[in-house]
């Protein structure tokens, strides 16, 4: 089983809304950063948002910042990214990472990536 999978992706109109949910397999979710990034077609990966394990903190790049919300479940092992007022320019394939870093050792894990098209 793959360790992320996220899902939620399509085709929305600009103005529009779409939530994105990324599942995690195992029992240490709960000790991981989340985060979302975003891959245009020729372009590199950004990150989108972030949040500790704990939910506490999160951070937004600007470009998404007032529309966009990361949140997560622990008891569930998901993590969601509500997207609002999307725009053309928010079309891109959008992967959730999980990063944990342990006795000095960094564990990271991606996502399959899911594909959010905004137009008209």
């Known amino acids: 089983q793959a360790p992320l999978v996220e899902s939620g992706g399509g085709l929305v109109q600009p103005g529009g809304s779409l939530r994105l949910s990324c599942v995690a397999s195992?029992?240490?979710?709960?000790?991981?950063?989340m985060s979302w990034h975003r891959q245009a077609p020729g372009k590199e990966r950004d990150v989108v948002a972030t949040?500790?394990?704990?939910?506490?903190?999160?951070n937004y790049a600007d470009s998404v910042k007032g529309r966009f919300t990361i949140s997560r479940d622990n008891a569930k092992n998901t993590v969601y990214l509500q997207m609002n007022s999307l725009k053309p320019e928010d079309t891109a394939v959008y992967y959730c990472?999980?990063?944990?870093?342990?006795?000095?050792?960094?564990?990271?894990?991606w996502g399959q990536g899911t594909q959010v098209t905004v137009s008209s």
């Open positions: 195992g029992r240490t979710f709960s000790t991981y950063a």
């Open positions: 990472r999980a990063v944990r870093l342990l006795s000095g050792v960094t564990f990271e894990y």
């Open positions: 949040l500790t394990s704990t939910g506490g903190v999160t």
